[in-house]
T-cell receptor, first 114, second 111 residues
């Protein structure tokens, strides 16, 4: 149980375009989801926390207008990277909190901006 | 958020126990300790979590000191597939209960 499905697993986009990443909880309702970014040889960096039906809370230094997060239902959160640039190339990972103590992670999305 | 300190790397022989230490001296009374691991280019995988008592599951054991300022993750019989980066995380006690990752320990299991 407590599976999170993240799509796409890999995406290549042109500089200046937007990319949407989906994160779905398959067998539970996720009131809270988290989005992380990971650069090569570095740890996961929390970008934002999203709660169903409300605006996301962004960590310091993360541009909310560039990384749009939507959590419109209890099973789906999306991250849209707008006007992507090569420096946005990274590994993006979502996570969902279930019950009180559980956290499950998606398999990640490798974004390459060319 | 309570910070954690882990050694950057460790080695372990296949079949032996791997003991991964973590210091979290600023942990507060209601903050849980979580352990996750990440194999290259995959999402983190849950291992175990605990508050005060020692915990054991099919993957590992978690030993938390009485003062809760440190803990040890024990993989009883390490295999080559256990090679990964292991993260010790103290869960934020705030309303969103976010998990903030530190640098972790790269455990290499050698044949």
């Amino acid at each position: 149980g407590a599976v999170v499905s993240q799509h796409p697993s890999r995406v290549i986009c042109k500089s200046g375009t937007s990319v949407k990443i989906e994160c779905r909880s398959l067998d539970f309702q996720a009131t809270t989801m988290f989005w992380y970014r990971q650069f090569p040889k570095q740890s996961l960096m929390l970008m934002a926390t999203s709660n169903e039906g409300s605006k996301a809370t962004y960590e310091q230094g993360v541009e909310k207008d560039k990384f749009l997060i939507n959590h419109a239902s209890l099973t789906l959160s999306t991250l849209t990277v707008t006007s992507a640039h090569p420096e946005d190339s990274s590994f993006y990972i979502c996570s969902a909190r279930y019950r009180n103590y559980g956290y499950t992670f998606g398999s990640g999305t490798r974004l390459t901006v060319v | 958020d309570a910070k954690t300190t882990q050694p950057p790397s460790m080695d372990c022989a296949e079949g032996r126990a791997a003991n991964l230490p973590c210091n979290h001296s600023t942990i507060s009374g209601n903050e849980y300790v979580y352990w996750y691991r990440q194999i290259h280019s995959q999402g983190p995988q849950y291992i175990i979590h605990g508050l005060k008592n020692n915990e054991t599951n099919e993957m590992a054991s978690l030993i938390i000191t009485e003062d809760r300022k440190s803990s040890t993750l024990i993989l009883p019989h390490a295999t080559l597939r256990d090679t990964a980066v292991y993260y010790c995380i103290v869960r934020d006690g705030g309303s969103n209960y976010k998990l903030t990752f530190g640098k972790g320990t790269l455990l290499t299991v050698n044949p």
